[in-house]
């Protein structure tokens, strides 16, 4: 436990810190907090004598942030987000959904779902600051965890510690396929059918390819594709040139995915080809109605 003496690093130096990690230059991340470099380079010069700890390798060229730099910028992220509740707590009269939220979205929903939410959502809540991350689920759940972003928009399962979670709605699986493709016959389709490399899906790291995997029960390997996509739409021009058939999630039909197209798209029989849709945010934090009341706001435009 710290003693009466001890010194603590103020939130400008974590500030200032968490900067430079993520500009990785003195310039640029100074620049970002709106001081000169000098008074900027004598903050992060501060820190680590008071720290007791080399944060940076200092080069002409470039800057190394240290393992233990690495280490500590996430506590430092961590400990301006926990100050930012404080205050947004101690301003408890403020309306709901309103500040600034730091939302990460995974790419398979994205495109989708937030063209039609963000209109009426800052019609509804027009002091929401929303500022957004998409990427892959598991870097933007370790942005989260590190405290670089408060909530995220993704799909479930996914294995994820220390949080807590809120299922909005399901997105179905379609079958996509090339119109007039000898590679399935869409009216009767079956797994069993299926050619030997005919399935194509995205690249591992991906947690849409997971989800199919899963919900459509691919289990025999030898219909998977070698080749598989980095993102929809490469799946979707590969489908279209008839080099095998899909997975989709519903959320995607009626969107430029498919525009200008031969791709098709028809559910399947089972009612159990599905994704949950939810959100996820670190376990206990003092923003959770906030969030369930944004998880509600969700699932009433989807499902409206």
Same mark, same amino acid.
Not at 101 to 109: A, D, F, H, M, N
Not at 167 to 172: A, E, I, P, V
């Given at each position: 436990m710290a003693g009466p003496a001890t010194r603590f690093p103020t939130l400008k130096q974590l500030r200032y810190f968490v900067a430079l990690v993520e500009h990785e230059h003195f310039a640029r991340a100074?620049?970002?907090c709106y001081v000169s470099q000098s008074a900027f380079s004598v903050a992060i010069k501060?820190?680590?004598?008071? =720290? *007791? /700890?080399?944060?940076v390798d200092r080069t002409n060229k470039r800057v190394t942030i240290t393992a233990t730099g690495k280490e500590l910028v996430a506590q430092a992220r961590l400990c301006l987000s926990d100050v930012e509740t404080l205050v947004d707590l101690a301003g408890g009269e403020r309306a709901p959904l309103s500040g600034r939220?730091? =939302? *990460? /979205?995974?790419?398979?929903?994205a495109p989708f779902l937030?063209?039609?939410l963000l209109p009426p959502l800052r019609k509804e809540y027009p002091d929401l600051e929303l500022y957004l991350r998409e990427d892959l689920t598991e870097r933007i759940y370790e942005r989260m965890m590190d405290g670089d972003l408060d909530l995220l928009l993704l799909a479930l399962p996914w294995d994820m510690r220390g949080v807590a979670t809120q299922?909005?709605?399901?997105?179905?699986f379609l079958l996509a396929y090339r119109q007039g493709t000898g590679l399935v016959n869409p009216d009767n389709y079956s797994f069993n059918r299926l050619q030997a490399d005919s399935i194509l899906l995205l690249e591992d790291g991906h947690c849409l390819?997971?989800?199919a995997l899963a919900a459509c029960r691919l289990r025999n390997n030898e219909k998977i594709s070698r080749f598989s996509a980095t993102s929809l739409n490469t799946l979707v021009q590969m489908v279209d040139s008839d080099l095998g058939i899909t997975y989709l999630p519903e959320m995607a039909v009626g969107?430029?995915?498919?525009?200008?197209t031969r791709v098709k798209t028809q559910p399947l029989k089972s009612a159990s080809v599905y994704r949950e849709i939810g959100l996820a945010w670190r376990r206990g934090s003092a923003r959770q109605q906030e969030f369930e009341l944004f998880g509600e706001f969700i699932r009433r435009h989807h499902d409206g």
């Open positions: 100074a620049r970002s501060e820190l680590e004598t008071l =720290l *007791g /700890v080399t944060l939220l730091r =939302l *990460g /979205v995974i790419p398979t929903i937030l063209p039609r299922t909005l709605f399901r997105d179905r390819r997971d989800h969107t430029s995915l498919l525009r200008g």
